[in-house]
């Protein structure tokens, strides 16, 4: 639905129908590869086709309304489509977190695991109004991962200042909904290594995947994997360049009660297990035993 993708300025692609699609087969046949080796122009793309297949249908339905109602066409007809990301499921291959290293920087790839701590959603500034105290101009400056900086130079070709003010209520700032989520692996007992607790990554949520799960979900995330610095490690942390990988989600897949998927490695994420009303009689029966270890001993 057009009216839908609009409204939550996404739009969700399925990996395998991607693949698949012999046209796109035709027109980039290394979708795959390069949706893995350089995931942010290549979702880029995607997001910006959307937005020119938006834009054209109501720059067409608006002329059909003008015509309707006998208004002249003077001059083009400006619609406004808000910024469109593609969000990609369904992709392949599952990594394994414990696979998750420093080759994997910058990459596209799909984790499952379970949810262990949400936090609260923020606001997340990614372009800031600067005042120059010189000439009074103000500016809008992007912050890349939304990691604060200052402008180098006023854009007033004659003005030298390089003293700036932050202008947090400006209409040149701009936010958005941030949220940060910690994803623990999933193992089967014979993949439990002894004495070791399982491995976590903290994954970060934006725009319309903020509040997509709770801790205790089953999800799949599908995203890029980047670098911030390392906040614990090292006791003198100016000796050594440490940094910590997490994952810039691009999308969420909730799978609580679904199906266990394979790996890249052929291994089995997690054992998922369904119970039935009957079932739940039973255990509810064995509960209210007053002597289980009786009930134990005559079922061994």
């Given at each position: 639905d057009k009216d839908e993708i609009e409204r939550k300025g996404s739009i969700l692609v399925d990996f395998k129908e991607l693949t698949e699609d012999d046209e796109m087969a035709d027109l980039i046949p290394n979708i795959a590869n390069e949706l893995r080796?350089?995931?942010?122009?290549?979702?880029?793309?995607?997001?910006?086709?959307?937005?020119?297949?938006?834009?054209?249908?109501?720059?067409?339905?608006?002329?059909?309304?003008?015509?309707?109602?006998?208004?002249?066409?003077?001059?083009?007809?400006?619609?406004?489509?808000?910024?469109?990301?593609?969000?990609?499921?369904?992709?392949?291959?599952?990594?394994?977190?414990?696979?998750?290293?420093?080759?994997?920087?910058?990459?596209?790839?799909?984790?499952?695991?379970?949810?262990?701590?949400?936090?609260?959603?923020?606001?997340?500034?990614?372009?800031?109004?600067?005042?120059?105290?010189?000439?009074?101009?103000?500016?809008?400056?992007?912050?890349?991962?939304?990691?604060?900086?200052?402008?180098?130079?006023?854009?007033?070709?004659?003005?030298?200042?390089?003293?700036?003010?932050?202008?947090?209520?400006?209409?040149?700032?701009?936010?958005?909904?941030?949220?940060?989520?910690?994803?623990?692996?999933?193992?089967?007992?014979?993949?439990?290594?002894?004495?070791?607790?399982?491995?976590?990554?903290?994954?970060?949520?934006?725009?319309?995947?903020?509040d997509s799960c709770v801790p205790g979900d089953t999800v799949t995330i599908t995203g890029v994997v980047k670098v911030s610095n390392a906040e614990e490690g090292s006791r003198n942390k100016n000796d050594k360049c440490m940094f910590l990988l997490y994952i810039e989600a691009n999308s969420v897949s909730n799978s609580k009660g679904q199906k266990t998927k394979t790996s890249e490695d052929g291994c089995k994420h997690g054992v998922l297990m369904e119970f039935s009303l009957k079932d739940l009689y039973a255990i509810q029966e064995i509960q209210a035993e007053e002597n289980l270890f009786k009930l134990i001993v005559k079922y061994v």
């Amino acid at each position: 639905d057009k009216d839908e993708i609009e409204r939550k300025g996404s739009i969700l692609v399925d990996f395998k129908e991607l693949t698949e699609d012999d046209e796109m087969a035709d027109l980039i046949p290394n979708i795959a590869n390069e949706l893995r080796d350089t995931p942010e122009e290549t979702l880029a793309c995607m997001g910006l086709a959307i937005h020119q297949v938006l834009t054209r249908d109501l720059e067409r339905h608006a002329a059909e309304l003008q015509a309707q109602e006998g208004l002249s066409r003077d001059g083009e007809t400006i619609v406004n489509v808000p910024h469109i990301h593609a969000r990609v499921y369904n992709y392949e291959p599952l990594t394994q977190l414990k696979n998750v290293r420093a080759n994997y920087y910058g990459k596209y790839i799909a984790l499952r695991g379970t949810v262990v701590r949400v936090s609260n959603i923020k606001p997340l500034c990614t372009k800031m109004a600067f005042l120059c105290a010189a000439c009074g101009e103000v500016q809008g400056f992007s912050l890349p991962d939304g990691k604060y900086n200052l402008p180098t130079k006023c854009p007033v070709p004659t003005c030298r200042g390089r003293s700036f003010t932050a202008l947090r209520s400006s209409p040149l700032t701009v936010t958005m909904d941030w949220q940060s989520i910690k994803i623990q692996e999933l193992m089967s007992d014979d993949q439990r290594e002894a004495g070791r607790i399982p491995r976590t990554i903290e994954c970060e949520l934006v725009h319309d995947l903020v509040d997509s799960c709770v801790p205790g979900d089953t999800v799949t995330i599908t995203g890029v994997v980047k670098v911030s610095n390392a906040e614990e490690g090292s006791r003198n942390k100016n000796d050594k360049c440490m940094f910590l990988l997490y994952i810039e989600a691009n999308s969420v897949s909730n799978s609580k009660g679904q199906k266990t998927k394979t790996s890249e490695d052929g291994c089995k994420h997690g054992v998922l297990m369904e119970f039935s009303l009957k079932d739940l009689y039973a255990i509810q029966e064995i509960q209210a035993e007053e002597n289980l270890f009786k009930l134990i001993v005559k079922y061994v």
